[in-house]
């Protein structure tokens, strides 16, 4: 084992929260901070050209490629669980999607008993890091590192099913992030000049010249190490060698929803019963880490089309290929520039829901799946997930071996709501796409298919076409004292033991009602807050 080097502060995963971190913690000179990432340097063109996302996910230079357990919900289908493998973790292979989710989301969480996480307490903070292409206003920040522009390519499919939404009833808005995310309209993208715009790029980068920031690549976590309950440092794996770092005030844990849990088990935190299967000594009982996982499920409905240009034909194509690389290298535009999804919508499934339940991903393009080519057909996807699923899965680890990845359990569409939700889902699907506004480009439903009529078909073809959207949470959820899945407090603390606190989405007591990057970057924000504010008190308190 190497020689320990010593540090204020070490920081277990580069991803989008640590990012953050990072630059928060190491914006004073007075703190020593180390930075621990599993993955390699984001020195891959693929990372930084938007649609780099199609060579990027299910690769292993770029995805740790993690794969869930067979779904009993999902017909038994083993999933796909895409986490980035870089600095900027899944900030450098995700859609890109700026959205903060609804008021309601974070007034929830306060009304857990979680003080300071309302949404007049967190709207703020999504602002400070902002640069946002419509400027300093009501809800929106400038001069931020977390860059925010407008997409910059249309299609005319898109535009289309944006008609016929509103002949469905459901409104036009121009921005999903003022606390209400009703409505449709194009997404605003993490991008700048047509570039994907990473949390390592907008956080890390500006920090590395800074002195007392040490980024340590090819470092893989594999336990924290504690003296009487309290964590004074992390050992970790590079170049095959086992390594130790210390921490003079904490250690914080960033590593997502899926190793986080399982580095915590792999360190004695954890389910009692778990640990001792495995042979792990148990520091503290902490019965809810890697419980209470939650993800929003997508199901992919696809569409033929006729009459309308999609992505599908323009891959297929030799001299398209060639113009659109050709117009992304002059002008930064086209088709290389897009996320994954680019028009969105939010909408109800059915009347009983206050707030809009449902979150439209609309893409002129087909696939099976992320990874694979496009299909060899026109067509467009009406991707639609359940933004507030009441399934709830698990990460548990496998062995003691912290090489070995945990199993990933969703158990999507285990509870009568979420399946009544996705039938629902389905029969709108259909509803916008039969408006006038579609209907002149001859749309055939490909999948789930048109011969999926009653409430069990539908289910059934929902259970088909399911899949993850990339948005795991709550593996170490917030929660106060009495609450029994409590993993950390409201200021992100792990209950049970000192010098140790998580700062990452595994800490969503519930998720957020849209894509979850940017609420992670606000709770890493918040995280180095308040970890700042206890450093100023403990000194000023000793002085």
């Not at 083993?78 to 008021?103: C, D, E, F, H, T």
């Not at 009304?111 to 602002?127: T, Y």
């Amino acid at each position: 084992m190497s020689d320990n080097e010593t540090y204020d502060y070490i920081i277990v995963g580069g991803g989008s929260a640590g990012c953050v971190l990072a630059n928060r913690l190491s914006a004073d000179a007075r703190n020593s901070v180390c930075l621990l990432e599993a993955g390699g340097k984001d020195d891959w063109i693929w990372f930084h050209i938007p649609v780099g996302y199609l060579f990027a996910i299910g690769n292993p230079r770029s995805d740790w490629m993690f794969k869930t357990e067979a779904e009993e919900g999902l017909n038994n289908r083993v999933l796909n669980y895409p986490r980035g493998k870089v600095l900027g973790g899944s900030s450098a292979i995700n859609a890109m999607i700026y959205m903060r989710g609804q008021r309601e989301d974070y007034d929830h969480w306060r009304q857990l008993g979680l003080r300071g996480w309302g949404w007049d307490d967190v709207k703020p903070i999504f602002r400070r890091h902002e640069d946002h292409y419509l400027g300093d206003n009501e809800h929106h920040g400038a001069g931020g590192e977390w860059r925010i522009e407008a997409p910059r390519v249309r299609w005319d499919l898109l535009d289309a099913f944006i008609e016929a939404a509103v002949e469905a009833g459901i409104p036009r808005t121009n921005d999903f992030n003022t606390g209400s995310n009703e409505g449709i309209a194009y997404f605003h993208v993490n991008q700048k000049n047509g570039r994907r715009w990473s949390a390592a790029r907008g956080f890390l980068k500006p920090a590395l010249s800074r002195a007392n920031l040490n980024v340590k690549t090819h470092a893989r976590a594999t336990r924290i190490l504690f003296e009487n309950k309290h964590a004074v440092g992390v050992e970790y794996l590079q170049d095959g060698i086992v390594r130790r770092v210390m921490a003079r005030k904490e250690v914080v844990i960033s590593a997502g929803a899926v190793v986080t849990p399982q580095l915590l088990q792999l360190s004695g935190l954890g389910d009692g019963n778990l640990l001792q299967q495995h042979g792990i000594e148990v520091i503290h009982h902490l019965p809810g880490v890697g419980e209470n996982l939650q993800d929003h499920l997508q199901l992919r409905p696809v569409y033929k089309v006729r009459g309308v240009r999609t992505l599908n034909e323009d891959y297929r194509s030799l001299l398209k290929k060639g113009h659109m690389a050709l117009q992304y290298a002059l002008f930064r535009r086209g088709p290389l520039t897009m996320a994954p999804s680019q028009l969105g919508a939010f909408t109800r499934s059915s009347p009983q829901y206050a707030t809009p339940n449902l979150q439209f991903h609309i893409q002129p393009l087909s696939l099976d799946k992320f990874g694979e080519e496009p299909h060899p057909f026109p067509a467009f996807t009406a991707s639609v997930c359940n933004l507030r699923p009441t399934s709830r899965g698990s990460v548990k680890l496998r062995a003691q071996d912290p090489t070995q990845a945990p199993a990933i359990r969703l158990n999507s569409l285990a509870t009568r709501e979420d399946q009544d939700v996705a039938v629902d889902a389905l029969r709108l699907v259909r509803r916008v796409v039969s408006m006038p506004a579609l209907q002149k480009y001859q749309p055939e439903e490909y999948r789930p298919g048109a011969d999926l009529v009653t409430d069990e078909e539908l289910l059934y073809g929902a259970r088909e076409i399911g899949t993850t959207i990339f948005h795991p949470v709550g593996t170490a959820k917030m929660g106060i004292e009495d609450d029994p899945l409590a993993v950390t407090d409201e200021r992100l603390r792990v209950r049970g033991v000192s010098g140790l606190r998580v700062v990452d989405a595994s800490v969503m007591p519930t998720i957020t009602s849209g894509n979850t990057n940017s609420p992670t970057l606000m709770i890493a924000e918040k995280g180095a807050m308040m970890i700042l504010e206890e450093q100023a008190a403990s000194t000023s308190s000793a002085a």
